[in-house]
């Protein structure tokens, strides 16, 4: 039988019911109203004041910035129109900026932020009691970043209640040398970002390479450590995007070394996302579009990923041209500094090779620049032939490293260092006997020479100069002499005169392009004039000539400093060959592209000897963008020249006497020029190398007639000649 409740009964337990569910509703929009708490705003610095916030010294200025400040890149990412910008003045001021004490009343702190990524130096603090319990950087140290201010925020949850300061710090007075920071804000809601950790995998070896997803402006700047067999082989600073859909390229470690080896990979500030597609693959993504980019140069050497500073060890070994350089493999700014190597059979047509020498887990510091040389009588005692390479690690002095394998694998010499001082960029040459000279010592006179450092180096007494050290095994250092006036990657090498092998002059040739003609005992060099020369213009840099070289050749390359858009960033020169001249001037050097380049001609186009009359422009079409250009002209009344090649314009002024603004003297009234037109690189050697300017260029583009014109006054073209030059990368390339 079924039990219906009285009427009374069962009204009373329906308002109970009731009751409970408003209550439950209640209390769920209390919890509701909780979570959506308005926002607090802690500071938009949309003032003209920085009002109750205390500045301390010159870098805040006496309130919040309008945007970019004089001097500054452009600054973005900011809310409204103001924000805390500490370059006023320059990178060189410095200062805090302190919030008065306030409540933790929500659960994060949100904030946008960018400038210097300079730990302690450049960055927002959280202070409780006046302790530090939260900091955090911009996100540049290195040229090549952005003054983009990005989201970020702190967990305050654990601090409800508690009284805290902000302190906004710029203590740096260097590159990135402040902080900029806008609309901090308290609020429940958390911000939907990638969440940074420290995170690690174990595998075991079996692929050629460990592939690392990079994100060029991401904010998850922290580091990569690589282990096998539980030694530390890598350890780099790095910026790993936050997943596979962000990452703009991908950098790579060579790893095939250590197959069946058991690997742990540990990075930090990575997310989840970012840190799976940190694996091993026996390819690297993307590398089927490398050297087919627009802006990829066809002619000339560019690394695959990453990027790179000054020629390195440049050496001739056993039939092989090496050349290492300086590279920062994981980002496209400076950092990191690597030995890169690539190797050569004709100086035309290279392969990049695995990297060499590496900072913290190989050397103490950094691997900074060096050069390499071949030990052919086993001075050292590591071998016959051995290939020596030398260079500066910092921190630490100057370092010796060889290799017994050719340049495959290089072994750390277990003295290092062989010389320390205050400065960098070791190069060794061998200095062989003369009738006249005196041997260091009996052990010498029996080798029949001595080893010879120069090296740049910073004395109390002598200021910037290079260095000259002597050694019979390459281990052990003598200072010889300084001379003044002289800064980084200098070296020294012997030349002849107009080819007269019994007629030379040494040489000191610095970072700088700039070089002295002298003489040198093996001791000490003495210049035979004031001042400096100079051969090289424009983008040139920190160029060193290859050691050991075939038939004597003087071969040098240069560190362009022109940039790219990734994967890879900065350029080389194409390889030139040094001579001494006599000119009116005296002795000077020249600089031509080595001849090996006719082996990349394929179309020849030509027009005859002519006369140009004033303003009209002759033309000559060519099939492509890729061009060694070479043209001789009588100036006549001329008062200047106008040469258009692949989308550039060279100019010759007749009454400065400039090409490009470089001085060129006219040759019995005629000027002869010749142009390197490859993609996103321009170089121009006037006068058969007696200036060798460096520059950009365009990307790459349709073929395009070229022109030539007298300007203000009739001239005569003896000669044009143009070649189409096919890739190095692949013969296709050139007619793209």
């Known amino acids: 039988m079924i039990s219906i409740p009285h009427p009374l009964r069962l009204r009373k337990q329906l308002i109970a019911l009731l009751a409970v569910c408003l209550a439950l509703q209640a209390t769920e929009f209390v919890q509701s109203q909780d979570t959506r708490q308005a926002d607090l705003v802690v500071a938009d610095f949309e003032g003209d004041s920085y009002g109750d916030w205390i500045t301390e010294g010159d870098a805040f200025g006496t309130g919040p910035a309008k945007g970019t400040l004089p001097g500054q890149m452009q600054v973005s990412g900011y809310a409204g129109s103001g924000l805390v910008n500490s370059f006023q003045g320059g990178d060189r001021t410095t200062g805090t900026l302190t919030s008065p004490p306030f409540e933790v009343e929500r659960d994060y702190l949100t904030f946008l932020i960018g400038g210097g990524g300079h730990a302690n130096q450049t960055c927002m603090n959280l202070l409780v009691d006046g302790q530090v319990i939260q900091t955090i950087t911009g996100e540049n140290t290195n040229s090549g970043g952005s003054e983009a201010l990005a989201p970020a925020f702190w967990n305050l949850s654990e601090l409800a209640g508690q009284t805290v300061q902000i302190q906004i710090v710029d203590r740096a007075t260097g590159g990135w040398g402040h902080i900029n920071v806008d609309h901090l804000v308290q609020t429940n809601i958390k911000p939907n970002l990638p969440e940074w950790d420290r995170r690690e995998k174990e595998f075991v070896v079996t692929d050629t390479y460990l592939v690392i997803p990079i994100e060029n402006a991401g904010r998850g700047k922290g580091q990569i450590h690589l282990f096998a067999n539980d030694k530390e082989v890598r350890r780099y600073d790095l910026t790993i995007a936050t997943s596979a859909e962000t990452t703009d390229w991908y950098a790579y470690f060579t790893i095939d070394a250590y197959q069946g080896q058991n690997a742990r990979v540990v990075a930090t500030q990575v997310t989840d996302a970012g840190f799976a597609a940190v694996r091993q693959s026996n390819h690297v993504p993307g590398e089927e579009k490398f050297y087919q980019e627009p802006h990829r140069p066809q002619f000339h050497f560019t690394q695959k990923v990453g990027w790179i500073n000054d020629p390195n060890g440049m050496v001739y070994h056993d039939g092989t041209w090496h050349f290492f350089f300086q590279h920062n493999p994981v980002a496209l700014p400076w950092g990191n500094m690597t030995w890169g190597h690539a190797t050569?059979?004709?100086?035309?047509?290279?392969?990049?090779?695995?990297?060499?020498?590496?900072?913290?887990?190989?050397?103490?510091?950094?691997?900074?620049?060096?050069?390499?040389?071949?030990?052919?009588?086993?001075?050292?005692?590591?071998?016959?032939?051995?290939?020596?390479?030398?260079?500066?690690?910092?921190?630490?002095?100057?370092?010796?490293?060889?290799?017994?394998?050719?340049?495959?694998?290089?072994?750390?010499?277990?003295?290092?260092?062989?010389?320390?001082?205050?400065?960098?960029?070791?190069?060794?040459?061998?200095?062989?006997?003369?009738?006249?000279?005196?041997?260091?010592?009996?052990?010498?006179?029996?080798?029949?020479?001595?080893?010879?450092?120069?090296?740049?180096?910073?004395?109390?007494?002598?200021?910037?100069?290079?260095?000259?050290?002597?050694?019979?095994?390459?281990?052990?250092?003598?200072?010889?002499?300084?001379?003044?006036?002289?800064?980084?990657?200098?070296?020294?090498?012997?030349?002849?005169?107009?080819?007269?092998?019994?007629?030379?002059?040494?040489?000191?040739?610095?970072?700088?392009?700039?070089?002295?003609?002298?003489?040198?005992?093996?001791?000490?060099?003495?210049?035979?004039?004031?001042?400096?020369?100079?051969?090289?213009?424009?983008?040139?840099?920190?160029?060193?000539?290859?050691?050991?070289?075939?038939?004597?050749?003087?071969?040098?390359?240069?560190?362009?400093?022109?940039?790219?858009?990734?994967?890879?960033?900065?350029?080389?020169?194409?390889?030139?060959?040094l001579s001494l001249r006599t000119t009116d001037d005296g002795v000077r050097m020249f600089a031509q592209p080595i001849a090996e380049i006719e082996a990349l001609r394929s179309n020849r186009h030509q027009l005859p000897a002519q006369d140009l009359i004033a303003d009209e422009a002759i033309s000559l079409a060519v099939g492509s963008d890729l061009l060694d250009v070479q043209f001789t002209i009588e100036l006549g009344t001329a008062s200047s020249l106008e040469l258009t090649v692949a989308g550039r314009t060279i100019g010759y002024d007749a009454k400065t006497q400039n090409l490009n603004e470089t001085p060129l003297k006219p040759v019995d009234g005629k000027i002869s020029v010749r142009v390197l037109a490859d993609r996103s690189l321009t170089e121009i050697i006037g006068n058969e190398g007696r200036v060798f300017i460096s520059g950009p260029g365009p990307a790459q583009q349709n073929a395009t007639p070229i022109t030539v014109t007298a300007r203000g006054g009739t001239a005569k073209l003896l000669t044009l000649e143009a070649h189409e030059l096919r890739s190095i990368w692949s013969d296709a390339a050139g007619s793209r």
């Open 344 to 577: 050569s059979q004709d100086l035309l047509h290279w392969e990049q090779q695995p990297n060499k020498l590496f900072p913290k887990t190989m050397a103490t510091g950094s691997c900074f620049s060096g050069g390499a040389t071949v030990d052919k009588h086993n001075t050292s005692g590591w071998g016959e032939n051995t290939l020596v390479a030398f260079l500066t690690d910092t921190g630490a002095g100057e370092a010796v490293t060889y290799s017994n394998d050719g340049g495959k694998t290089f072994q750390w010499y277990e003295g290092n260092p062989i010389v320390k001082h205050q400065g960098r960029d070791p190069k060794v040459i061998w200095y062989p006997y003369a009738d006249a000279d005196t041997p260091l010592n009996d052990a010498a006179k029996q080798l029949g020479g001595h080893w010879v450092m120069v090296v740049y180096d910073e004395h109390p007494q002598h200021g910037k100069n290079a260095a000259f050290h002597t050694s019979i095994n390459l281990k052990d250092w003598t200072l010889e002499s300084h001379l003044p006036g002289y800064f980084e990657c200098t070296e020294l090498f012997e030349l002849p005169i107009d080819g007269e092998q019994s007629n030379s002059r040494w040489v000191v040739f610095a970072a700088d392009a700039k070089y002295a003609i002298g003489s040198f005992d093996g001791k000490v060099f003495t210049p035979e004039h004031e001042g400096k020369h100079q051969v090289h213009w424009g983008d040139y840099y920190a160029s060193q000539t290859f050691d050991n070289a075939p038939d004597g050749r003087r071969i040098q390359m240069g560190w362009l400093r022109i940039n790219a858009p990734g994967p890879y960033n900065q350029h080389f020169s194409f390889p030139h060959e």
